[in-house]
């Protein structure tokens, strides 16, 4: 029996900014992404009985059909009808190591390494261009997890432009075990609360979009350049889900409080992150935010930038 081993990267967002509505009901974003080392290995082998069949590490991961990595796996069988026929089952297995609604993409890197997985166990040929246009269908930021590195994503998240490799930070992610942050739920209350500030005419559409385009974030990344990265760490979301989750504050204020880089909210959250120049400095810190908080909830992790997303093991 065919098999193969991927690990899958979790993301963070250095950058995410939103422009407005589209007409798909899905907002119009400007973002960057950076792959990161925490990861999640996704198993995908061969089985002589039919279907597809999915287990995690976690048990509190839905292993049905509504898994996003099953659904990838469903998407390749009913594009590939002819291959498909030829074939029997897969089973999909996942070792969890990326937490659930903490905006680090866990749930997307499954679901790419899946559609990779079955590229090479079909021997379809995919390019990764073809890959990131089926990871489009599943979801906005799936796209991403296939390549992963540096990049700006545009449109709903799924249009990417690579940036430079900027693989020599390192940081520490915080995340209350229990508290899982709704992505839908970020940005309806987004809408919501901030609806009214989103432009109304094309021209002042595509100039908010060109503003968020030109921010100080694409330049430092340009440069390489580590404190201006720090320095203009952005994200939209946190102006609803700080106000909402009043401990997620409480990590962004200690990370700063302790001299970190520069902090920030991942994605919809709700992950805190805090950038430092050494992987030491970032042990430093995690010990040091152990100690302040004292609390068998808070999950801490120190990792750091990486260049690539779905890798073959
Ligand atoms: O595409 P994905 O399934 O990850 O999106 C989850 C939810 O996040 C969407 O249903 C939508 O409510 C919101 N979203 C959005 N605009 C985007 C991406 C996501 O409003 N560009």
Redesign the pocket.
């Known amino acids: 029996m065919r098999s193969y081993s991927l690990l899958a990267p979790a993301k963070i967002n250095l950058y995410l900014g939103i422009v407005g509505d589209r007409p798909d009901g899905?907002?119009?974003?400007v973002m960057v992404l950076q792959s990161i080392g925490l990861a999640d290995r996704v198993t995908i082998t061969e089985t002589t009985q039919p279907g597809i069949h999915l287990t995690c590490s976690d048990s509190e991961v839905p292993q049905d059909d509504t898994n996003l990595a099953y659904k990838a796996a469903d998407l390749i069988y009913q594009r590939f009808p002819e291959v498909a026929k030829r074939q029997s089952g897969v089973s999909i297995a996942i070792d969890k190591q990326i937490p659930m609604g903490a905006g680090l993409a866990g749930g997307?890197a499954d679901c790419a390494a899946v559609l990779v997985g079955m590229d090479l166990l079909w021997d379809l040929g995919l390019t990764q261009s073809e890959l990131q246009t089926l990871a489009a269908e599943l979801?906005?930021?799936i796209p991403f997890c296939v390549g992963g590195g540096t990049a700006l994503a545009t449109g709903?998240?799924e249009l990417l432009d690579p940036l430079p490799d900027l693989d020599n930070l390192h940081l520490v992610l915080a995340k209350y075990r229990d508290l899982p942050v709704s992505?839908?739920w970020a940005?309806?209350t987004f809408r919501r609360t901030f609806g009214t500030e989103y432009p109304t005419t094309p021209d002042a559409f595509i100039a908010k979009q060109q503003a968020l385009r030109s921010s100080q974030m694409l330049r430092a990344i340009a440069d390489r350049n580590p404190d201006a990265i720090a320095q203009h760490l952005y994200n939209d979301l946190e102006r609803v889900v700080l106000p909402e989750y009043p401990q997620v504050q409480a990590l962004r204020d200690r990370f700063e409080a302790f001299g970190a880089m520069g902090t920030m909210m991942s994605g919809s959250g709700s992950t805190v992150f805090a950038l430092c120049k050494t992987a030491s400095q970032a042990e430093g810190l995690k010990i040091q935010m152990e100690s302040a908080f004292n609390d068998p909830d808070l999950e801490l992790w120190v990792t750091q930038f990486r260049s690539t997303g779905i890798q073959i093991l």
């Open positions: 899905f907002h119009e974003l997307s979801g906005s930021d709903r998240g992505t839908p940005y309806q």
